[in-house]
């Protein structure tokens, strides 16, 4: 499974911002797609994920703000986000969970992609 991310980019803060994400490589089960992030200094975070079968988990921090979409066809997921503050300034990472392999569930990662929230 490869991840190929996009979207990143500078904002100020209040702006919005699209991430958008695909995975390639196939054929797969992916049973999770998400995005996580990492600011410096700091550890890793979830921001937001959704299942196949549609089911979305948010950070407390980005709740309201951000909305996470994904198309299982074609094997891809976006990330709008909204009302962007200086503090979701990180490298932002794609992240899915291939669910068919004999070993169990396998993570994959994405390149990231730089936001930059200026206040």
């Known amino acids: 499974v490869q991840l190929q991310a996009s979207g990143g980019g500078l904002v100020q803060a209040g702006g919005s911002l699209r991430l958008s994400c695909a995975a390639s490589g196939g054929p797969f089960s992916i049973i999770v797609m998400g995005w996580y992030r990492q600011a410096p200094g700091k550890q890793r975070e979830l921001v937001a994920t959704?299942?196949?079968?549609?089911?979305?988990t948010y950070s407390d921090s980005v709740k309201g703000r951000f909305t996470i979409s994904r198309d299982n066809a074609k094997n891809t997921v976006n990330l709008q986000m909204s009302s962007l503050k200086p503090e979701d300034t990180a490298v932002y990472y794609c992240n899915a969970v291939r669910g068919d392999l004999p070993s169990g569930p396998r993570n994959y990662w994405g390149q990231g992609t730089q936001v930059t929230v200026s206040s």
């Open positions: 959704c299942s196949s079968g549609g089911t979305t």
